[in-house]
């Protein structure tokens, strides 16, 4: 797919963001199965929960688990974009994001291939950038774990629901992203995606407050393993 008209041009190379990726009606479907997902195949943490899908990243390989059928279709939607270039999707991470929740800065990591693509579905949010330090700080905690390290918001976008958002190159790299922790989102000028948005908006607008939303990561971990592995 040629993904020119898909550019975000105001920051860092690369991003893509499709608005409606997915109909509203996939969207339906997407949260219904997520809403029937047993409660104990959630992983709660204190700012949301999360589901992994396809198995769980570990440095030591991820021993592969088959996608159900209902989220495969999603995934094989994205891996016929060439999103992944040579590689394919073999992994999704669902959040659930309820208001007034969000997430630390942080980058993906080397576990994952360098690029991230997300299915926004439910409501909107809004993604914060920060320039990555290479501080001795981070390096103890870890490039792919959050930082609580405050740290300048260089640009936004705005994640609307049923969109796609693909972040890859120095994005992936060097900076950080992060959602607020909060009821509400004003709309600034340091968004740099309003003109691929599917809605209009003006700078100064409250968007509504936040309902809840669930985003599929979906991504390629090139070190899997179908051998059971002993962890330490």
């Not at 914060?128 to 490039?143: L, N, S």
Request: charged share 25%.
């Amino acid at each position: 797919m040629d993904f020119t008209g898909f550019e975000v041009r105001k920051c860092p190379p690369t991003v893509m963001y499709i608005p409606n990726f997915i109909t509203s009606e996939e969207e339906q479907r997407i949260l219904s199965h997520i809403e029937r997902t047993p409660k104990p195949r959630w992983t709660q943490l204190l700012n949301r929960r999360l589901v992994n899908y396809g198995g769980v990243p570990h440095p030591n390989g991820m021993i592969a688990e088959e996608i159900p059928e209902w989220l495969q279709i999603y995934v094989d939607k994205v891996n016929n974009l060439g999103v992944f270039e040579s590689q394919n999707a073999n992994h999704v991470l669902v959040n659930e994001y309820l208001p007034g929740q969000g997430i630390l800065p942080h980058t993906d990591g080397p576990l994952f291939h360098p690029i991230i693509s997300t299915i926004s579905t439910g409501a909107h949010t809004v993604l914060e950038f920060a320039k990555r330090e290479d501080t001795a700080a981070e390096a103890e905690a870890g490039a792919d774990q959050p930082s609580e390290m405050p740290r300048e918001v260089r640009f936004k976008l705005l994640l609307e629901p049923r969109s796609l958002l693909i972040l890859k190159d120095t994005l992936y790299s060097d900076y950080l992203h992060a959602i607020s922790e909060t009821s509400e989102d004003v709309l600034c000028d340091r968004i740099c995606n309003y003109d691929l948005c599917e809605n209009t908006y003006k700078i100064g607008d409250h968007l509504v407050r936040r309902s809840p939303r669930i985003s599929l990561t979906i991504r390629n971990v090139p070190k899997t393993s179908k051998m059971k592995l002993k962890f330490c």
